[in-house]
């Protein structure tokens, strides 16, 4: 605990310099209860963890619901059940836009915020992608890590945060964690917690 509370104050001063999707913000109220939700795979149930390690640097109880479906993360972001979960920016955007034919990640990235249902959001992608598409070439769109989350309910401060890590994490991290947590030699948290305390 004392190593991930060092890291996220770490992250709230680099935060500073980092960008941020507008459209999620909110002023800095007192940080209220959160949930971090995932989907099935390995690599979004690691990814869970690391958002939850760093949410919680910034003053706010922080829960984590994983192994989530794919339709039930939707409907539990819309009840409130679920703040934010970690998402890939090509599949979202397939998601809500089957029609898109874009496949650079800046253009992914843009077409996903226009494309985005009322209600929910969108911090800065990430520099790490799906490691099942990593290096593959075509029309295939861009897959980079991006939380997608209710709009308003996380502070600058922890938005600010969760785009430091986009800017650190790897594909050959989230591969090497994923690997990790399949092999049953650790747990999610225990890897995401490793991963925070080496930053």
Partial sequence: MRALSVVA???????????????ALTDDPAPGS???????SAESRVLAEIYAGVLRGTGSPVDTRLGLGDE??????????????????????????PAATV?????????????????????????????SVTGEVGDRAAENVVPLMRTGALTTTQIKALNVVAGELTSTDLADMG???RG?????????GDWLAAR
Avoid: H, K, M, W
């Fill in 72 to 97: 039930e993360t939707l409907a539990l972001l819309d009840s409130g059940e679920v703040t934010l979960v970690p998402e890939y920016t090509g599949s979202l955007l397939l998601q809500f836009n």
């Fill in 34 to 40: 959160i949930t971090v939700g995932s989907g099935e």
């Fill in 9 to 23: 104050g770490a992250l709230v001063v680099a935060a500073a310099v980092a960008g941020c999707s507008g459209s």
């Fill in 103 to 131: 496949t650079d990640p800046d253009d992914v990235f843009d077409e996903l915020n226009r494309s985005l249902p009322q209600g929910v959001s969108v911090s800065d992608y990430g520099l790490a992608e799906d490691p």
């Fill in 179 to 181: 690997d990790e947590v």
């Fill in 184 to 192: 049953g030699e650790r747990s999610p948290g225990q890897v995401a």
